[in-house]
T-cell receptor, first 109, second 114 residues
Framework: GQNIDQPTEMTATEGAIVQINCTYQ??????LFWYQQHAGEAPTFLSY??LDGLEEKGRFSSFLSRSKGYSYLLLKELQMKDSASYLC??????????WGAGTKLIIKP | NAGVTQTPKFRVLKTGQSMTLLCAQD?????MYWYRQDPGMGLRLIHY???????AKGEVPDGYNVSRLKKQNFLLGLESAAPSQTSVYFC?????????????FGPGTRLTVT
């Protein structure tokens, strides 16, 4: 079967760094992406990885290892507005999207 | 550009009632998707469309029907609503499947079936 695993909930402190992990097992791989979703809102695109390595975009970075079926999202200099759910998703062999359940990130002052 | 819009934003139905959710996009995207999102679960694909006049089943299609008569609109129908269909429904669109990561989402429709 196909599945994507990520922690259900994480807590971090304002100004700190947090890493959200995602592991996947899918039939085919055409990329992995991360979305941010604030409570009651639609998901918004954060980052996309198709090759191994690190992609950096401001305070957010995303890493991919295709051989390990593993990715992480790194958030630096955490701000209260970063409190949200972070969704990991994989583009499968038929270009359909397989979504993880999301990680709820709680930022404390 | 309005992006992706959904109507209605909220709806309460009684078991057995029917309704149609409308998704509209003004980005000339070929691909459109309907998802449902339930607590503790990821987004699950209900149906999708790869172009005007075409539709296909996703992961959880039972109890839903769709139509794509115009490129910019994708309709999701519930013929006989059930409490299990209480959920938040998101529509999304993208230009092409190899850019599936660039999905633009609508604001969501919160549906409660009593």
């Amino acid at each position: 079967g196909q599945n994507i695993d990520q922690p259900t909930e994480m807590t971090a402190t304002e100004g700190a760094i947090v890493q959200i992990n995602c592991t996947y097992q899918t039939s085919g791989f055409n990329g992995l992406f991360w979305y941010q979703q604030h409570a009651g809102e639609a998901p918004t695109f954060l980052s996309y990885n198709v090759l191994d390595g690190l992609e950096e975009k401001g305070r957010f970075s995303s890493f991919l290892s295709r051989s390990k079926g593993y990715s992480y999202l790194l958030l630096k200099e955490l701000q209260m507005k970063d409190s949200a759910s972070y969704l990991c998703a994989v583009v499968g062999s038929n270009y359909q999207l397989i979504w993880g359940a999301g990680t709820k990130l709680i930022i404390k002052p | 550009n309005a992006g992706v819009t959904q109507t209605p934003k909220f709806r309460v139905l009684k078991t057995g009632q029917s309704m149609t959710l409308l998704c509209a996009q003004d980005m000339n995207h070929e691909y459109m998707y309907w998802y449902r999102q339930d607590p503790g679960m990821g987004l699950r694909l209900i149906h999708y469309s790869v172009g005007e006049g075409t539709t296909a089943k996703g992961e959880v299609p039972d109890g839903y029907n769709v139509s794509r008569l115009k490129k910019q609109n994708f309709l999701l129908g519930l013929e006989s609503a059930a409490p299990s269909q209480t959920s938040v429904y998101f529509c999304a669109s993208t230009h092409s499947p190899d850019r599936a990561h660039e999905q633009y989402f609508g604001p969501g429709t919160r549906l409660t079936v009593t």
